[in-house]
């Protein structure tokens, strides 16, 4: 079955970073767009990035700020977070898109991992 396990949350000031990380399995996940999104307390999900092939979408709030990449070798996705800011506080979760050779799936994902809460502060 899908599994997607995130890891690389913490807390961190601002102007810090931090590396989220998404081991995917289960699936051919080369084929298959993948997002990172995330939820504060209180507020709607949102889609931060996503990824496919060399198709990469980013949310305006992060926009010089993220980098999302993928290591199709290992099976892994990737969040770089710099220069972050308090509003980045969340509960970040990745996911996977609904079907493959999707190019920007921030609209469409089927699986969900468990997430990692970020914590930003000032």
């Known amino acids: 079955q899908v599994q997607l396990v995130e890891s690389g949350g913490g807390s961190v000031q601002a102007g810090g970073s931090l590396r989220l990380s998404c081991a995917a399995s289960?699936?051919?996940?080369?084929?298959?767009?993948m997002a990172w999104f995330r939820q504060a307390p209180g507020k709607a999900r949102e889609g931060v990035a996503s990824i496919y092939d060399d198709s990469v979408t980013y949310a305006d709030s992060v926009k010089g700020r993220f980098t999302i990449s993928r290591d199709n070798a290992k099976n892994t996705l990737y969040l770089q977070m710099n220069s972050l800011k308090p509003e980045d506080t969340a509960m970040y979760y990745c996911a996977r898109g609904v079907r493959p050779l999707v190019r920007n799936c921030l609209n469409t994902v089927s699986y969900w991992g468990q997430g990692t809460q970020v914590t930003v502060s000032s």
């Open positions: 289960g699936y051919s996940y080369s084929v298959y767009c």
